[in-house]
């Protein structure tokens, strides 16, 4: 079976607290994106298989949440799954989180689980941060580690132009930089942007406390912000970078803007696999 998952990118991001188990609080705005992957599930004996470029077996998050589900509920099937990879990795799009919501959807279709929505979601919890708001895959008010997640409802549709540099950035390193909150960090207005369709307010206001977690890489920082300098300059709204990074997107009016933008940073020097063209879903 074939199936296409898609990622996100995060409109405002509020660290507030570390908490005591070494992770940190946070609130954002998960916006679900029409940049997506490919993925084929085929039932297998026994063995789980997943082939993708890049990465090995054992240390993929799709291989490690159909194996924690196969062991979790004694499946006596396996499954082979391959990737085909457009979504950038290290990127602050939550790539291998969309994949390992995926696989838990797939493998309880294709194993014959009967897994309720709110089992699927705890295991979801049992993977990774951002899994869980991949099993829903709206548009929400992400909290806590990722595990609080409120609906948010909004006729605002984003069009943006992602920009991913040639480096990745590791989430782990960039939180553990963090040494300091920004009480300037409007997220609230961000929300509320997004309640009142005021695409205005939503761009006035957002904000990535993680960018200040690159500061370690003076010249990886520079590369950020000359980035999102560049986006503004051909024409978008404002620019931040996505989760801990790296990619970097600028928010524009409408996709004819957004396209025309990517048109004229091609010209300037910019790679064309490294930019994408993406709106919101849902």
């Known amino acids: 079976m074939r199936v296409r998952q898609n990622c996100k990118i995060n409109v405002g991001l509020k660290v507030l607290n570390k908490r005591t188990d070494g992770y940190h609080n946070l609130i954002s705005v998960f916006v679900p994106i029409s940049l997506y992957d490919t993925l084929t599930f085929r039932l297998t ?15 993929n ?4 949440t159909a194996k924690f589900i196969q062991q979790e509920y004694n499946v006596n099937k396996g499954m082979k799954i391959h990737i085909y990879k457009k979504i950038p990795i290290e990127a602050g799009l939550g790539g291998g989180s969309a994949n390992a919501a995926m696989t838990i959807k797939m493998c309880n279709k294709l194993w014959g689980l009967n897994l309720s929505f709110e089992e699927m979601i705890k295991i979801a919890e049992k993977i990774g941060s951002d ?41 782990k390193e960039v939180f553990s930089h963090l040494h300091q909150k920004d009480e300037n960090n409007k997220i609230e207005d961000v929300i509320l942007g997004f309640k009142e369709n005021n695409l205005k307010k939503i761009t006035d206001y957002m904000q990535n406390d993680l960018e200040k977690g690159i500061s370690y890489d003076s010249a990886k920082k ?61």
């Open 45 to 59: 004996p026994k063995e789980i298989k997943v082939k993708t470029k890049g990465i090995l077996q054992e240390k």
């Open 61 to 64: 998050i799709v291989y490690q």
């Open 131 to 171: 899994v869980p708001f991949f099993v829903r895959n709206e548009l929400a008010i992400v909290s806590g580690r990722g595990e609080i997640i409120e609906d948010l409802k909004s006729a605002i549709k984003i069009f943006a132009l992602l920009i991913k540099p040639e480096f990745g950035l590791q989430t």
């Open 222 to 282: 520079e590369v950020i912000l000359r980035i999102k300098k560049d986006l503004i300059d051909v024409g978008a709204i404002n620019s931040s970078m996505s989760g801990s990074g790296s990619c970097v997107y600028g928010i524009f009016e409408n996709s004819k803007e957004s396209r025309k933008a990517k048109k004229i940073l091609i010209k300037k020097g910019y790679s064309r696999r490294n930019l994408f063209i993406v709106n919101s879903i849902g």
